[in-house]
């Protein structure tokens, strides 16, 4: 891989993905639209470009050996329920452009980040051949479930139109990703990221609605990007990698730690149980991604947490 296009490189992955590949000395192309990137690489050229029109996706992909399609719709809980069906078309529309643009340009590479949400039930940790299309979607996540399983089905019959001329796909089921570059603003932001703002800001004592028992499996961006990028060297044909944490936490266990590494008691946690809590998170089984990549979780939870707030600290600026 001598040139790769970053697809969605505003975002949290997307960020982390070039700030890499530049690292490593690869000529990058990173993609913005509307949202401009809160830092800017020498040497990284930066392409505006509208993912709805297939011309413009085309002289996008052009001549890169790997595309890496992060773009994609929020659906944070204060994002969810605004336009659902309208931003799951937009964003499907323009990853079926993506990847017909690939096809048409011979791609050799597409890394797609998709997401552990697919799955929604089943009795044993989930796995990469699970039946996910059989799962019925929660309602308050339909759009969100549905748009990540049929971005992936695009990218399947992406490959398999492809599969005489060598176009390799790979698709990442992360869970909960967390890190520098993640978005702090408390109207759209993830747990993660608002609870360290909220401590890092003084928005205290924390306040969690049900009993603190549902459980996330977080993993750093760190770790899911060395993961795509040795994906992008060694994998072939089509695959899909579960990948995340060797464990999950509770909510309130990540609240407590948050506290602990800015150096406040967990006395400062507050439970409200009159109020509603989210699902818990479906066990997932990583065994595929460890086998096939190597892969191990390098960065433990409080490390990632430590990064991820010193980071919120030094760009603070942004979320004002």
Known sequence: MDRALVVGSTGLVGMNLVEELHGRGKQVTAHIHRRQP?????????????????????????GHDAVF???SAKYSAGLARIRPMERAFSTLG?????????????VGKVVMLSSSSVYTGGSGP?????????????????????LKRMAEKCA??????????????IVFRPT??????????????????????????????????????TSRNFIYVGDLVAAMLEAAESVSGFEVFNIGADRAC???ELSEMVLRVSGEPCTQLRLDPTKPSSDTVIDISF???????????????PEGIAKTRNWYLEHKELFE
Do not use: H
Request: aromatic share 10%; proline share 4%; with cysteine.
């Open 69 to 71: 399609l992060c773009a």
């Open 156 to 169: 399947e019959m992406a490959y398999r139109a492809q599969e005489k001329q060598g176009m390799d796909v």
């Open 38 to 62: 809160c830092e800017r690489w020498e040497g990284v050229e930066y392409r505006d470009e509208n993912l709805e029109s297939r011309g413009s996706c085309r002289e996008l992909v052009r």
């Open 94 to 106: 323009m990853t079926m452009n993506v990847l017909q643009a690939c096809l048409e340009e011979k």
């Open 287 to 301: 065994d595929k991604v460890k086998e096939r990549l190597g892969y191990r979780p390098g960065t433990a939870l």
């Open 176 to 213: 909960n990703i967390y890190g520098p570059y993640d978005d702090f603003d408390l109207q759209s932001s993830y747990v993660m990221p608002a609870l360290i703002r909220k401590v890092a800001d003084g928005l205290l004592p924390l306040t969690l609605w049900g009993d603190g028992e």
């Open 126 to 146: 989930a796995t990469e051949e699970d039946n996910i299309y059989g799962e019925e979607a929660p309602a308050g996540r339909f759009y969100y479930v549905w």
């Open 250 to 252: 509770t909510l309130k």
